[in-house]
């Protein structure tokens, strides 16, 4: 799991979202391949460590299993 700075500052409507909320981001990084990856939202307010550790809480609920550096994410059928 790895900081995403690219979702940095996304809103839409200029509305701040809810604690934990979930996006799905296009990872950049090579090993990737543009893989849609979801990310949750650090908003200005919360605390990083809070909020990484809720990641890894939750992370079950996207991913079934890690290849290498990188998670499976789940299908949306599942």
């Known amino acids: ?3 995403n700075q ?3 500052g996304i809103q839409r ?3 701040q979202r809810s604690k934990w ?4 981001l296009t990872c950049f990084n090579p090993k990737c391949a543009g893989m849609i990856t979801k990310n949750i939202e650090v908003r200005f307010c919360d605390d990083y460590g809070e909020v990484f550790n809720k990641a890894i809480e939750i992370r ?3 991913y079934d299993e890690r290849i290498g550096d990188f998670d499976v994410q789940r ?3 599942s």
């Open 1 to 3: 799991m790895k900081e």
């Open 6 to 8: 690219l979702g940095d």
């Open 13 to 15: 409507g200029k509305h």
């Open 21 to 24: 909320h979930i996006k799905d």
């Open 60 to 62: 079950g609920e996207y």
């Open 75 to 77: 299908s949306k059928a």
